[in-house]
């Protein structure tokens, strides 16, 4: 019984790690202009590979510990921040996005 309680606690310790995602802030705003921004600031102390998506343009960009990024605006005052979608991942595990040196 011990042994089956060990392992059941195992296999919870590293599933949750294994999809365990890094902690980002998004703030929206509306510019000067009433068009929509948005901003992604990396709350972990590594390096992150991000994205910023609206109507199916991506931009990647990498993101250094505890930085913001830039306001990256929409180009249609109809759009929100409904129409952004996001995504970021450490960089250590994407080395296709490291700088070529």
């Not at 309680?5 to 000067?32: D, E």
């Not at 990647?60 to 913001?68: D, I, V």
Request: net charge positive; with cysteine; aromatic share 14%.
């Amino acid at each position: 019984m011990l042994i089956k309680i060990f392992l059941y606690f195992i296999l919870l310790v590293f599933s949750t790690s294994v999809i365990a995602m890094p902690k980002i802030v998004v703030n929206y705003q509306r510019n000067a202009k009433n068009l929509a921004e948005i901003q992604v600031t990396n709350q972990t102390i590594k390096k992150l590979i991000c994205y910023v998506a609206i109507d199916g343009h991506k931009k990647y960009f990498r993101l250094q510990p505890k930085q913001s990024s830039q306001w990256y605006k929409a180009t249609d005052t109809r759009l929100n921040y409904n129409n952004f979608s996001t995504w970021c991942d450490y960089l250590s595990l994407h080395p296709k996005y490291n700088p070529k040196i």
